[in-house]
């Protein structure tokens, strides 16, 4: 009876282990992704500011910004799809060591941040860029910004965040959409090739403003 009984327990604890062993390792592959993650938000600073929010010109302030665009973002990076040539070699360099684990935990810490304050540098070409978000351009077949990227500019799932973003970053996104650097985004493939410079340049002003 004595030897039954030990041998139920040492069967109890060797399943115990068994059970254990699978979460003991998860919790130390969770730790170490956080460490990734707390490493890639060190190493994405430099460029695109602490918590996100940067002052730098042509670079995109990432706070707030929408999880799944962001993800989006950086595996067309990574699979070197996405290709301005101003971050070409440094986005494809970083990317290409992110996980897709890593990459959902970067999203997941960006969006969470709070999102660059607007600016307004100039009235009355943000006049004439809102126009253009809130109600598009029938006349050249452009659809209204806000049908996507929301009434306030504030983005919704894969269609990105553009409030407050910088003026400048936007206008040379937009133009990029122009050409085969950004392949995807049929849509505004469309939209952008409608619109005029002068156009590009007021919306862009617009949604920095907001």
Same mark, same amino acid.
């Given at each position: $009876?004595?030897?039954?009984?030990?041998?139920? $327990?040492?069967?109890?604890?060797?399943?115990?282990?068994?059970?254990?062993?699978?979460?003991?390792?998860?919790?130390?592959?969770?730790?170490?992704?956080?460490?990734?993650?707390?490493?890639?938000?060190?190493?994405?600073?430099?460029?695109?500011?602490?918590?996100?929010?940067?002052?730098?010109?042509?670079?995109?302030?990432?706070?707030?910004? $929408?999880?799944?665009?962001?993800?989006?973002?950086?595996?067309?990076?990574?699979?070197?799809?996405?290709?301005?040539?101003?971050?070409?070699?440094?986005?494809?360099?970083?990317?290409?060591?992110?996980?897709?684990?890593?990459?959902?935990?970067?999203?997941?810490?960006?969006?969470?941040?709070?999102?660059?304050?607007?600016?307004?540098?100039?009235?009355?070409?943000?006049?004439?860029?809102?126009?253009?978000?809130?109600?598009?351009?029938?006349?050249?077949?452009?659809?209204?910004?806000?049908?996507?990227?929301?009434?306030?500019?504030?983005?919704?799932?894969?269609?990105?965040?553009?409030?407050?973003?910088?003026?400048?970053?936007?206008?040379?996104?937009?133009?990029?959409?122009?050409?085969?650097?950004?392949?995807?985004?049929?849509?505004?493939?469309?939209?952008?090739?409608?619109?005029?410079?002068?156009?590009?340049?007021?919306?862009?002003?617009?949604?920095?403003?907001?």
């Amino acid at each position: $009876m004595k030897s039954f009984q030990f041998a139920v $327990m040492c069967a109890a604890a060797g399943l115990a282990a068994i059970a254990y062993a699978p979460a003991q390792a998860q919790d130390n592959n969770s730790k170490a992704e956080m460490d990734a993650v707390k490493r890639a938000v060190h190493v994405c600073a430099s460029c695109h500011g602490e918590n996100g929010v940067t002052g730098k010109k042509l670079y995109p302030s990432l706070a707030g910004q $929408m999880r799944d665009y962001t993800i989006r973002q950086l595996k067309d990076f990574r699979s070197q799809s996405r290709a301005e040539t101003d971050v070409q070699a440094y986005m494809w360099g970083i990317s290409a060591l992110l996980t897709d684990d890593t990459i959902e935990g970067l999203a997941d810490h960006y969006a969470a941040q709070a999102p660059r304050p607007p600016k307004s540098t100039h009235p009355k070409l943000e006049a004439a860029g809102r126009k253009i978000f809130d109600q598009g351009v029938p006349a050249q077949g452009v659809l209204a910004c806000a049908s996507c990227h929301g009434e306030a500019a504030e983005g919704k799932a894969a269609f990105p965040r553009l409030a407050g973003l910088n003026a400048d970053y936007v206008y040379k996104q937009l133009q990029a959409f122009r050409t085969p650097l950004r392949p995807h985004g049929v849509l505004m493939k469309n939209e952008t090739r409608s619109l005029s410079d002068a156009q590009l340049r007021a919306v862009s002003a617009y949604v920095q403003s907001r």
